[in-house]
């Protein structure tokens, strides 16, 4: 049994996840729950896309553990706890906080965008070598891949600007630009971890989080500037 891409235990820790982020968002919570879901559900599109070619170089994944889950979802609930201490402080940074859990999430996005499109076409090339790697393997990018990392990215930015009402005063062009950069750095960075990856360090799931980690930093760095 699977939901999306989820298996059984995997739905039911999104699930716990999904009840966090809307207690922990307050009057956002369901902003946060939403931008997630709309994640999980564009990731399981891009999943579907091209699933006889890639069954056929056995880079198909019917479905995703608990690991994927954490991986994935473990920073923009950080980033949730932050806004909602921030909130309870009254420290003035709420704002920043959110940058940062829509940053983590445009990243993970691009991230997967990158990874399962990006097998569709093109030749992978090692990320810091320039090398040819066969498809799949980790730290291998192509310019195909790149770009859908930035239209995953940019899929986030858009569900931001419709959900996102009076609370962000950022221009909308500033706030798709912002979100889709930071996407698009947290998939480099996926590509770079994953690199290591092949010399023994860490895997996909550490990868997965550096993603999110450098997708929220530069989200905030992009509009601590902004504000």
Do not use: C, H
């Amino acid at each position: 049994m699977t939901f999306l891409t989820l298996d059984l235990r995997a739905t039911l820790v999104s699930l716990a996840l999904g009840i966090l982020l809307i207690i922990l968002g307050g009057r956002l919570g369901a902003f946060f729950f939403i931008v997630m879901l709309y994640f999980l559900v564009i990731s399981a599109i891009v999943t579907w896309i091209g699933t006889p070619y890639k069954k056929k170089r056995q880079l198909y994944e019917k479905s995703r553990g608990t690991k994927n889950v954490v991986a994935n979802g473990a920073i923009p609930l950080v980033m949730a706890s932050a806004f909602f201490v921030s909130a309870m402080a009254f420290t003035g940074l709420e704002q920043l906080m959110v940058f940062g859990f829509v940053g983590s999430v445009a990243a993970v996005a691009a991230d997967k965008f990158s990874s399962e499109l990006g097998v569709l076409d093109g030749e992978p090339l090692m990320i810091f070598t320039l090398k040819k790697v066969r498809k799949g393997v980790s730290g291998g990018i192509t310019w195909f891949g790149l770009l859908m990392g930035l239209a995953g990215a940019f899929a986030i930015s858009l569900s931001v600007v419709l959900l996102s009402g009076a609370f962000f005063t950022q221009a909308l062009l500033y706030l798709i630009i912002g979100i889709s950069l930071s996407g698009f750095i947290g998939t480099i960075a996926d590509s770079m971890a994953g690199y290591f990856e092949t010399k023994g360090v860490g895997n996909k799931f550490t990868s997965n989080g550096i993603a999110s980690i450098a997708g929220a930093l530069t989200a905030m760095a992009i509009f601590a500037i902004l504000m």
